[in-house]
């Protein structure tokens, strides 16, 4: 892609994600976009047909981003608690990496169809997670179903809270709380 159109792309996102954050995604027009961007409305009709297609287009790069970073090699996985950590991890520091895109699309509720592409995401790498396991001679009892459904939406409820509270744990201590809860149960005190 040319140099001066990935720019101009870019500049578009930024001015979107920009004003999204000062008036929420949903009020924001073609003309606080380009007003932000410094260009005019042409410019935008040429790279997007509308706003909705500028926003799919940051959906699909961060969900894209996401799958990538959350693929961790076979051999990261020796135990169910590796499951847990190691994709929490790879998707907790991609979405602290691209902080703007994320606060955007979740932060009070953000867009619940990126909400549910970003499930979707994370059960895929659950459920590839699986494999290695088998590999290593662990076999998971628990209906793998629903178990990838639990995982997936607790890591998509954890990054959604974290997001909306800041983002200010580190990404290494939640996913060691979460792998911790997940495979060693909720610890009580008992008086």
Known sequence: ???RIKKT???IKRALLEVSNMKGIEHVTVQDIVD??????????YHYKDK????ECIISEALEGLI??????????HSFADIVYYPILASLEHVKSFEDVYKVLLRNNGILSFQWKMLESIKISVRASFEPLQKN?????TDKAYLENFIAGAHLAIIIDWVNNGMESEPTLLAQYMA???????????D
Do not use: W
Not at 37 to 44: L, P, Q, S, V, W
Not at 52 to 55: C, M, T
């Open 9 to 11: 792309k870019n500049e």
């Open 68 to 77: 990538q970073n959350i693929h961790i090699p076979d051999d990261s996985f």
């Open 52 to 55: 909705k297609d500028l926003v």
């Open 137 to 141: 001679n662990i076999e998971i009892i």
């Open 1 to 3: 892609m040319d140099r």
């Open 36 to 45: 932000r961007a410094d260009i005019n409305r042409k410019t935008f009709y």
């Open 180 to 190: 911790s809860v997940l495979t060693e149960g909720i610890r009580v005190k008992l």
